[in-house]
């Protein structure tokens, strides 16, 4: 049984992890969070101490160390701008860390972990749980085997609205959040360089506050993407059932049916990094590079546009 701290446990994502942990047999010890709507804990680890300042968090795992407790794990379900500054933190007490995505805003941030990893002797994981999707590992096997001579036209569409609260909290400034194409994107990205390979070309058509849209070309696949947080951009048929996100990868016309299988991705995730298994830096990095590329180049009328792109 592995010991366990979380850093920001009222977040949406931190049920996910808090289950993962159960799930694989071990105990979370403390958890750290600066708002206190954490009644969700009383139905994973209702006796894992709480706190509201981090320096009271600290003092509490330098005590349970000095007392012979050891903690193996932090995981790190905070705002993607303060990921790195909490990975450091779980390295330095001699922990691994499991940060949700994006593991860091830019590349360089990767390049500065890089080099504290190296002087801990820890581990830093990051949750890419896509990879692990049965749909999209099949998908990968399948475009291996195909060996296609030319490249696989691919459409990325996904709608997923929010409400005026997220302008108004960390995902609506960009500067903590990398804006939409980092913070509801990137996992997108990283199972699309994962299947189809290197970056070649990444274009960007729209960029706006609520949504964003552009075209990506890997070695193996041309990508015309879309992602928006704006409940208009819905297509009229998922407008008319009352639903509020619509997601789609057509892969030369064919629909790509991932919508079940989600709901044990952070379980698996955790199962293979227990095992020493788990996604790092290498792996992060060429999504990184993406987003941080698309935050910063400028709009083009060049390359194959999204249908959505008016």
């Known amino acids: 049984m592995k010991n366990f701290a979380l850093i920001g446990a009222a977040g949406y994502i931190a049920p996910r992890h808090l289950r993962a942990i159960k799930d694989t047999d071990n105990q979370l010890i403390a958890a750290l969070d600066k708002f206190d709507s ?29 007392g012979g407790t050891h903690l193996d794990y932090v995981s790190i379900c905070t705002p993607n701008y303060l990921h790195d500054s909490h990975i450091r933190m779980a390295l330095r007490r001699g922990a691994d860390a499991i940060c949700e995505k994006p593991l860091v805003l830019n590349p360089w941030n990767v390049d500065a972990l890089k080099d504290i990893e190296k002087e801990s002797g820890q581990k830093i994981n990051t949750i890419l749980q896509l990879r692990l999707h049965p749909s999209i590992i099949a998908l990968k096997n399948k475009v291996a085997l195909e060996n296609k001579a030319g490249k696989y036209d691919v459409d990325l569409t996904y709608i997923t609205s929010r409400g005026k609260w997220y302008d108004i909290s960390w995902k609506g400034d960009e500067s903590k959040s990398g804006g939409i194409a980092t913070n509801i994107g990137v996992h997108f990205y990283d199972m699309l360089s994962w299947i189809f390979g290197e970056i070649q070309e990444n274009i960007v058509h729209l960029r706006e506050k609520d949504k964003s849209a552009g075209y990506l070309e890997f070695k193996n696949a041309r990508v015309r993407w879309f992602l928006s947080i704006n ?21 030369d016309d064919q629909e790509l049916e991932f919508s079940a299988g989600f709901t044990d991705l952070h379980t698996k995730s955790y199962e293979q990094i227990l095992k020493g298994n788990g996604f790092g830096l290498k792996e992060s990095e060429e999504s990184i590079k993406i987003v941080h590329n698309i935050r910063n180049t400028a709009i083009s009328t060049l390359g194959e546009k999204h249908l959505f792109v008016k």
């Open 38 to 66: 954490v009644g969700v804990m009383d139905s994973f680890f209702p006796k894992a101490d709480f706190f509201v300042e981090f320096e009271r968090f600290d003092r509490h795992i330098e005590k349970l160390k000095r």
């Open 231 to 251: 409940e208009e951009d819905l297509p009229q048929e998922i407008k008319e059932k009352g639903q509020r996100t619509f997601r789609s990868i057509t892969i």
